[in-house]
């Protein structure tokens, strides 16, 4: 059996240390443990790769901490609209979902869209409707909201007003949640999920389901998810970029991801992140904002999970009540 590695990561938008209580900070690590623990637990059962990530993006989907699912971001009519891809690098198959407005769990319906071998990516209603026929969960969109995103939301709203949007915090703008794994059988999965970035133009899609901008897997390679303005993700196909200078430069894994991320993207001036897992079971999570949810499992099994530069082993001490 070849080693097995699972990372994840919750967005690159993270709010500054003070901006919310221990308490809250514990409850979001907490769940960064438990999406691990859900990964984890599919690969060391001998599962695939590609069912661990969609247990770990699911755990985060469910939460309320991150861009994703339950906590999503609000678009500039108050309403969200959820992305999400995930990619089997065995195959090359993959499946993904845009603009969706009702689907629960956006990875599962991307999943099944994968499943289906007819498309690789539906969208809007037709998202929906092709959850729903599936026997998916879906819901009003209101199980979405939180209260920190309507806050969110009036707050761009009043910086865009003001002309002073350029000056919004990561936090303020965006998030996304993914995680990459490589099973025992040395197959690679990545899945991204993510409601985009507060206040973005009704109908925009970000980089999280287009395969090789957020989302890329290839076997023999590597696993990539990424978090960030979409738009440059996009333009400089960042997943795929990473397996090209690995499969072409020979570069390590944390060499091509490092280039990618402090390099070509640095002009911008954007946030930006990734986390990604080589063949040989390696991982690196790099970016380049104040911190970034991400979580790791060691090749002795030891979790990590971490905010900003700090990194928490996980003990006792993170499980819920």
Known sequence: MRPIALAIHGGCGVMAKLDLSEDEWMAARADLARSLQAGWAVLT???????????????????????AGHGAALNAAGEHELDAAIMDGSTLAAGAVAAA???????????????????????????????????????????????????????????????TTRLAS?????????????????????????????????????????????????????????T??????????????????MAYLGESLTAAAAKVIHEDLAPYGIGAGLVAVAADGSVTAPYNTDGMFRGWVTAEGRFHVASHAEVFEVTEEFARP
């Open 228 to 245: 960030g303005k979409g738009e440059y993700f996009i333009r400089h196909a960042v997943g795929h970029e990473v397996a090209s200078r």
């Open 101 to 163: 407005r009702r689907i629960r769990n956006p990875v599962k319906a991307a999943r099944a869209v994968l499943e289906s071998g007819e498309a690789v990516m539906l969208a809007g209603g037709a998202a929906d409707a092709f959850a729903r026929e599936s026997g998916l969960a879906v819901v009003d969109p209101s199980y979405f909201t939180t209260e920190r995103r309507l806050e969110a939301l009036a707050r761009m709203k009043a910086r865009a007003a003001a002309g």
């Open 170 to 226: 990561e936090a303020e703008k965006r998030g996304t949640v993914g995680a990459v794994a490589c099973d025992g059988a040395g197959r690679l999965a990545a899945a991204t999920s993510t409601g985009g970035y507060t206040n973005k133009p009704v109908g925009r899609v970000g980089d999280s389901p287009i395969i090789g901008a957020g989302t890329y897997a290839r076997d023999g390679i590597c696993a990539v998810s990424g």
């Open 45 to 67: 059962g001998g599962g695939s790769a590609l069912d661990a990530v969609e247990a770990a993006v699911v755990v985060m989907e469910d939460s309320p901490h991150f861009n």
